[in-house]
């Protein structure tokens, strides 16, 4: 029997990140990491050969009964079959209701069996707890902030989709004040000027002691958002990865305070594993 080569692939807006994974370490093998430009806007059969593409980069010279493919794919999407739901997201519009597992496996000459798919913030948490910051825990908890928000749950050894982003809060739903574009349209609602996006924001520290203002009512925001789930869940752990991550430091503070006034002590750490956790995490789901 052929030896299993298990490949972990992220699936973004605007790329493919693939790789060989080594599930005994915890670890990409060595040079085998791709990057490529996916267009997002394109056609069924443009965007299938782009994603086949990066697969087929880094499978080359593998038959197919040696390989295992997890994906980590941003929802909505139907998991368990392999069909995309999304759908007026500015991407992948092509493929609402396309059954993408058959169409990977027509192209790449596999059995549609040798295909899973996990949502991406699952296969974030799964990773990070694989060989991140989760490492070791039992249950954990992860979001992945940027344009939108992701979240997972991890308990009993499997990451996932918790699907927060659409939950009630405040005066709208959860990403509506979790995610990029609510630093921006905050920032311009409070200093009448415009920024770009959250890195833009960053580089205005230390001048504007309004970024900081706006950071603060950001760790608010997300502690008040956690509350419920910390109690429910009960983790050892939070996780955050996604863009916004970068910015721990600046809202961390805030966030700590905020839930130690409820009660509430369990350590926030930012992800360790970067890109890699996405692709640790898909691969895991062949462990």
């Not at 956690?226 to 600046?250: F, H, S, T």
């Not at 409820?262 to 750490?269: A, D, E, R």
Request: aromatic share 8%; glycine share 10%; with cysteine.
């Amino acid at each position: 029997m052929a030896v299993q080569k298990k490949v972990g692939v992220d699936i973004g807006g605007t790329h493919i990140t693939a790789a060989l994974v080594d599930l005994e370490k915890g670890t990409l093998l060595a040079d085998s990491l791709i990057r490529e430009h996916v267009d997002a806007k394109g056609n069924k059969a443009d965007i299938i050969h782009s994603w086949a593409q990066g697969i087929r980069n880094v499978t080359g010279g593998s038959t197919p009964e040696e390989l295992r493919v997890g994906i980590a794919m941003p929802g909505p999407f139907d998991y368990a079959e392999g069909i995309s739901l999304m759908q007026n997201q500015d991407k992948y519009d092509a493929l609402y209701g396309i059954n993408v597992k058959e169409l990977l496996a027509d192209a790449l000459q596999m059995p549609p069996a040798h295909f899973q798919f996990m949502n991406d913030a699952a296969c974030f948490l799964q990773g990070e707890a694989f060989g991140g910051a989760a490492k070791g825990a039992e249950r954990a908890v992860g979001l992945t902030l940027g344009t939108g928000l992701g979240s997972a749950f991890y308990r009993d050894g499997m990451a996932e989709d918790a699907a927060l982003w659409r939950s009630p809060f405040k005066e709208g739903i959860a990403e509506d004040y979790l995610s990029s574009r609510w630093f921006t349209k905050h920032y311009c609602s409070l200093s009448g000027n415009e920024v770009s996006n959250v890195k833009s924001l960053v580089e205005l520290l230390p001048s504007d002691a309004l970024v900081q203002t706006v950071f603060n009512e950001f760790g608010q925001h997300l502690a008040q958002f956690l509350l419920p789930y910390m109690e429910r869940e009960k983790p050892e752990v939070v996780v955050i990865g996604g863009n916004i991550a970068q910015a721990l430091d600046l809202f961390e503070p805030a966030l700590l305070q905020t839930l130690v006034s409820q009660g509430i002590t369990v350590p926030v750490k930012q992800g360790e594993l970067g890109e890699e956790a996405a692709l640790i995490g898909a691969a895991c789901l062949w462990k």
